[in-house]
């Protein structure tokens, strides 16, 4: 036998008198793993709202939603919507299977120089736009915001996106 | 027409036909084994083997199915290199007890040659000598050129060679 033979069974043999060890419990794992995904999700829900809000916020120029309660965060009626990855028809059949039927949606367009930017509201939501989702005002209505801006983008969990 | 869809279609990816414990339960402890060789460190074999073996059932569904071994060794491999990087970074302040009474009794003398020599170049002897893995198949697991197995995989056996004084 080589030497290079004889350390080659020398290591095996090494290594298989360590003791090894049972794998993990699956069941265990996979609850552990399904736990962690949600923990994950409610997160990212969580900072998606958050940054979706904030977005609304600094795109709303008149009217806005500041200091409402943005209609994903926690606790609200569409939390965890992702209605931003959604386009405004999209989002407004969402609304409309949720009992929102009296949207008010507010279209962001031009661009983002003093005086060249347009705000329009409209009832009907607009063919295209990034979704920035809104909130309920004290008329009881929800504001939805449409981002048609050039230097418009998605927010949350769809920031990269092209626009819908 | 042969019927053969592999063949015809060799960029179909097969997904893996039996379930995660089927396969990959068989291998887990000779994994924690391989570990406890490359960290030196029982304790942290099993934690850097969990963790992969976690990992390998997130991603049982983008495994190709055709060596799970090599796959499950890959994916602790490169997690066990990072923890070593870590223990580098944070070795002077938290060091772990490395009990070792398992092989003292066995081959001591080649457990300490094994652990004079860097991480990756044990990797790299006990994936050759001891799975008989290519060369190139190691350096894929590795992420590494085929060269710089080939040279630490040299180094590893004349290393060995001299600190057993087998010529």
């Known amino acids: 036998m080589s030497d290079d033979q004889q350390l080659d069974v020398r290591l095996g043999s090494l290594e298989a008198r360590i003791p090894g060890a049972v794998a993990p419990d699956l069941e265990h794992k996979r609850r552990r793993v399904r736990l962690a995904g949600r923990s994950a999700v ?17 795109v709303v120029v008149s009217g806005g939603v500041r200091g409402y309660p943005g209609i994903e965060n926690p606790g609200q009626p569409l939390a965890g919507a992702q209605m931003e990855c959604m386009s405004p028809p999209q989002a407004a059949a969402y609304l409309a299977a949720h009992g929102f039927n009296d949207v ?61 | 027409m042969s019927g053969d869809a592999t063949t015809e279609q060799p960029n179909v990816v097969r997904l893996p036909a039996k379930p995660f414990a089927d396969v990959m339960s068989p291998l887990y402890s000779g994994l924690v084994r391989r570990l406890v060789l490359v960290l030196g460190n029982r304790e942290d074999a099993e934690d850097v083997a969990q963790d992969a073996y976690e990992r390998a059932y997130r991603s049982w569904s983008k495994f190709d199915g055709r060596d799970p071994r090599a796959w499950l060794y890959t994916i602790a491999l490169r997690l066990a290199f990072n923890q070593l990087e870590r223990r580098r970074n944070w070795g002077r302040i938290i060091s772990r007890s490395t009990p070792r009474e398992w092989t ?21 002897i006990l994936l050759h000598s001891v799975d008989g893995f290519t060369l190139g198949e190691i350096a894929d697991m590795l992420g590494e050129p085929i060269g710089t197995v080939s040279s630490r995989l040299s180094r590893a056996r004349t290393g060995l060679k001299a600190a057993l004084e087998m010529r």
Not at chain 1, 44 to 55: G, Y
Not at chain 2, 104 to 124: E, K, M, W
Request: negative net charge; hydrophobic residues 45%; aromatic residues 4%.
């Open chain 1, 42 to 58: 409610a997160a990212s829900l969580l900072l998606l709202a958050t940054v979706a809000t904030t977005v609304a916020i600094g």
């Open chain 2, 104 to 124: 003292d009794a066995v081959d001591p003398d080649l457990l300490s040659a094994l652990n004079s020599l860097q991480p990756r170049v044990r990797a790299c």
């Open chain 1, 104 to 164: 008010v949606w507010q279209v962001e367009s031009g661009g983002t120089g003093r005086g060249e930017g347009t705000t329009t509201f409209v009832t009907a939501p607009p063919a295209h736009g990034y979704v920035m989702p809104g909130a309920i005002l004290d008329d009881g209505k929800l504001h939805m915001i449409i981002d048609q801006r050039a230097s418009g983008h998605a927010v949350g969990a769809c920031y990269g996106m092209p626009m819908p």
